[in-house]
């Protein structure tokens, strides 16, 4: 029996439907298609006169014409990508941005922070500053390749970020990039920077806001919540201090596009507070709000909590999120919880990728960048994919990209993770990259049922996405429009 | 299940279109590319299920007979039209495949294809249909208002900054090159080195698009670069064309320089357009022409058009034509792209437009920002791409099937009343509402 790739679900309403992963489309699916889809999964085609032959010759025709219900997994392997080929992509397409890791080192002592002891990533580099000469080197490698990509496509992104550690702690040498990339007479360069708000002062706050920098600050929800995570060295919480910087920079500033809020959160949150502490707040409204969980990947981090902890937080979600079915809901409408930390889920659901291969080229699964698309630089000259993979080394500042390291840190990854994304249903529902599957020494998956884990959750997606559309179908229809009105540019960097 | 518990609904890869003008309407099967025409009064029974009624109940409701009915609905799910289901379910249309590439930093980049060079606004002929003229008898396609051309200076683009326009589109990418000259003429020295110029920056495709015959050092030129010299034809012998064109010796001339470039291997082609004095899809003696010639192509104006000219000689030689059949793929393309996405056009002023309809909204000029100062400010971006969503001025318009959100229907809407319906000439309304299901 030859699986096809794709999974069954049914919505609140009892409705059944078919998520066909070859093709990305859903088809609402009625006993007939069912037994079609199993049919043909056991090679058997239905005859001419069975009441079922329509459904087969309605799975004939969507293979034929749009490669769906297919069972050919052996074209889902992509070609093998030669280091010239790989070079070529990246001389073209590559080079999207430049991250630069200003400093290790960090002000505060998170007890999330992934250099914390409860995961396996360490900033033992023997440097912990970048200092100006190696970030304006770092800053001139990426601007030429990037501009010289320009000249082909004058759409190319040039994008520069700022991170640590908290990455104020140099910020001469942010202030120093920022004025050697305009000096090359590029204008329209996305800043970005993370930071945890602490040290951001009026002098630094009116330079990044002069240069359109955008600013993402770390607040976790109210006082309690924040301080019980995000806390100085001393254990005295952060919240007065980042709020403060906040509002000083809202009171000069009132009308600053480009400010972010980065929202950690574990199974310990209240979420309803949190929620109703961005909904009340002025500072908060009408701004772009990630929420991100605090990472369950090779770590011990979620042993503090009881299991009835995170059963409650788990009710708490499903209580808040139920609200996105309430008669009337809809996107974009002052509740940055249920937008992007419920809908945000479901919205990308919906945005797949539909027809085309899913994947990048030469990793055909998985929603990992090619490795040289973005450019991690880090206080010793070292170049790595990406600032949520320590350790993975893809070059260096004196030496440009190493392409034979890339080409090797590809074919690790196929050989290791998406050598086993041929049956799998869900390839363009997957949402994980090179920084899921990153122990800090290799590949591998975080646990036996990773990918069990993850078809369900994506199940759990469908199945919500669906029931939400059927009840409410234009709920997302105008959301990028309020997006793209509400957040320029700045969702291109979230995603 | 029960007749009473069922809901029935279209897949999202079947299209379909009413025609408001006599109730009836088409289904668009695509993966099984067929189309299913439907009655009104099977229009009506559609509308009653899609209300959620069993089919009985919409028999009831239509005045239909219930056996009718269920055949119908039988009928729509073994063509793999629709299916019934136990419940009202949500069904995705088919839509274009990645709505996150249109976010900025996931741009792929635009690609220019094709650049239209309009190098002079001069003229020896004074064809009444001329788009150029704003008493003309030929409307653009989508039979919207022509823009004053009043603002455009009586003045032929300096040779050194169309070749500049060039040089940049070539960088770009490029490879396509058309020209459109009325009379080669007066500027025979300018298209010469245009078209030699053309020749060295390696564009793979160059067409003259001309509506005279050409003079000895344009067909030179012509032969050297290898272009495509397309002859704009208002009928089919001498007596209907200069007729139209209000030149004596113009067809003869064309046909002349047509047969000079044969010998030279070079390629020609045909543009008719509608004059009203010739029925190209009767023409005994265009259909001569045609076989004795050999043209590369043939493209016949898209209003004209007519699907009657499938089966006629000259089916093979037809490169457009609206309201084709459906295609998965292609009506995929088209929900992403207007007609004008990959072409940008220059004006005789340097001006660079999207549109030759759209004079009033220059996206830049020749000498600032450059073809690819434009580019690089995405300012193409709004009329070559479709916006996921319609604006709400469109939503439920009848002439979608034939507006397809064109950017000149966007441009010339004015509140809530689109001007391009209004204005539509009564024979393209007749001619869309024969075509109402057209994708």
């Not at chain 2, 299913?36 to 099977?42: F, H, R, V, Y």
């Amino acid at each position: 029996m030859q699986a096809i790739r794709g999974l069954h679900f049914s919505t609140r309403s009892g409705c059944r439907y078919y998520y066909d992963d070859c093709s990305g489309l859903c088809y609402p699916c009625p006993t007939g298609l069912r037994t079609a889809i199993e049919r043909s999964c056991e090679g058997e085609d239905a005859g001419a006169e069975e009441p079922q032959a329509q459904w087969g010759r309605f799975v004939q025709a969507r293979r034929r014409s749009l490669g769906a219900f297919s069972q050919d997994t052996h074209s889902f392997l992509p070609p093998r990508l030669d280091e010239k080929q790989l070079r070529h992509k990246l001389l073209t397409t590559g080079f999207r941005q430049l991250l630069l890791v200003v400093t290790d080192a960090c002000n505060l002592n998170c007890k999330y922070c992934v250099f914390s002891d409860h995961y396996p990533y360490r900033h033992d580099r023997p440097k912990k500053i970048m200092d100006i000469d190696l970030a304006l080197a770092a800053t001139d490698v990426y601007l030429n390749q990037a501009t010289r990509i320009r000249r082909r496509n004058p759409a190319h992104p040039i994008a520069v970020t700022f991170y640590g550690g908290e990455p104020l702690l140099n910020y001469p040498v942010i202030e120093a990039v920022i004025k050697h990339v305009l000096s090359r007479g590029i204008t329209d360069t996305i800043f970005s920077i993370s930071t945890n708000g602490t040290l951001l002062n009026e002098n630094i706050a009116d330079f990044l806001v002069e240069h359109n920098v955008s600013i993402a600050v770390s607040v976790d929800g109210p006082e309690i919540t924040h301080d019980t995570n995000r806390v100085f060295k001393d254990g005295t919480g952060s919240f007065e201090l980042t709020l403060r910087n906040i509002d000083k920079l809202l009171s000069r500033h009132p009308d600053y596009p480009y400010l972010i809020f980065l929202v950690t959160y574990d199974n310990g949150t209240n979420l309803q507070e949190v929620r109703d502490f961005f909904r009340s707040h002025d500072r908060f409204q009408k701004r772009l709000m990630v929420f991100s969980q605090v990472s369950p990947h090779f770590t011990n981090y979620y042993s503090r909590f009881a299991p009835e902890q995170s059963l409650a937080f788990s009710q708490a979600a499903n209580a808040i999120k139920s609200d996105m079915f309430r008669e009337g809901a809809r996107y974009g409408h002052n509740d940055a919880m249920l937008d992007f930390l419920f809908g945000l889920p479901l919205y990308l659901c919906q945005s797949r990728r539909i027809l085309g291969n899913s994947g990048r080229p030469g990793i055909p699964s998985t929603s990992t960048c090619l490795p040289g698309e973005k450019l991690c630089v880090v206080p010793t000259g070292a170049i790595e994919v990406c600032e949520k993979a320590p350790g993975l080394r893809i070059g260096t500042v004196e030496t440009g990209l190493d392409f034979g390291l890339i080409k090797e840190t590809i074919d690790s990854y196929n050989h290791t993770i998406t050598s086993n994304c041929a049956t799998c249903p869900i390839t363009r529902l997957c949402g994980t990259c090179f920084a899921t599957f990153w122990s800090g020494s290799a590949f591998r998956f975080p646990s036996p049922k990773f990918c069990h884990a993850r078809t369900s959750s994506a199940t759990s997606v469908l199945e919500d996405l669906y029931s939400l559309l059927e009840v409410n179908p234009s709920y997302f229809s105008d959301s990028r429009t309020i997006d793209e009105r509400l957040f320029p540019r700045l969702k291109a960097l979230t995603y | 299940m029960t007749p009473e518990q069922m809901f029935f609904s279209l897949h999202g890869d079947t299209i379909f279109r009413r025609n408001d003008k006599d109730g009836s309407g088409a289904l668009y099967l695509l993966p099984e590319a067929k189309v299913l025409t439907l009655e009104p009064s099977a229009v009506a029974v559609l509308d009653a299920l899609w209300r959620g009624l069993s089919p009985d109940a919409a028999a009831e409701a239509t005045g239909r007979k219930p056996d009718d009915v269920r055949s119908f609905v039988a009928m729509l799910e073994i063509s793999g039209a629709g299916c019934c289901l136990s419940a009202p379910c949500y069904v995705e249309p088919l839509r274009a495949c990645d709505p996150l590439a249109s976010l900025p930093h996931f741009r792929a980049g635009s690609e220019l294809q094709r650049l239209h060079v309009f190098p002079t606004p001069r003229c020896t002929m004074s064809c009444s249909h001329c788009t150029r003229r704003e008493n003309a008898t030929l409307k653009p396609c989508m039979g919207c208002s022509r823009p004053s051309r009043k603002r455009v200076a009586e003045v032929d683009l300096g040779a050194s900054l169309l070749t500049r326009g060039m040089r940049e589109a070539a960088e770009l990418g490029c490879e396509s090159l058309t020209f459109h000259v009325g009379d080669c003429g007066p500027i025979a020295e300018l298209v010469v080195r245009s078209l030699k110029a053309a020749s060295e920056l390696g564009f793979g495709s160059v067409e003259l698009i001309t509506g005279t015959g050409l003079v000895d050092s344009v067909l030179r030129a012509a032969v050297g670069a290898h272009a495509l010299i397309t002859f704009q034809l208002l009928g089919a012998n001498s007596a209907t064309h200069d007729a139209a064109c209000r030149r004596r010796g113009t067809f003869d001339a064309i046909i002349r320089s047509a047969r000079l470039l044969l010998k030279g291997n070079a390629s020609i082609g045909f543009y008719c357009l509608r004059s009203g004095v010739v029925d190209w899809d009767k023409s005994e003696a265009w259909l001569e022409l045609v076989r004795d010639l050999r043209p590369r192509r043939v493209v016949l104006d898209r209003i004209v058009t007519r699907r009657s000219l499938r089966n006629t000689a000259i089916s093979g030689y037809i490169a457009e034509e609206s309201f084709s059949p459906p295609d998965a793929l292609s009506y995929l393309k088209s929900l992403q792209q207007t007609c004008v996405s990959g072409q940008l056009f220059v004006g005789s002023d340097g001006y660079v437009y999207t549109c030759p309809y759209l004079i009033r909204e220059p996206i830049g000029s020749l000498e600032r920002p450059g073809i690819y100062g434009i580019l690089a400010d995405g300012r193409e971006d709004p009329f070559w791409r479709k916006p996921i969503s319609h604006p709400a001025e469109c939503r439920g318009c009848r002439w979608n099937p034939a507006c397809n959100l064109c950017p000149v229907a966007k441009a010339l809407l004015s509140g809530a009343n689109c001007a391009v319906a209004n204005q539509m000439p009564p024979r393209i309304q007749e001619r869309i509402s024969n075509n109402a299901g057209g994708v």
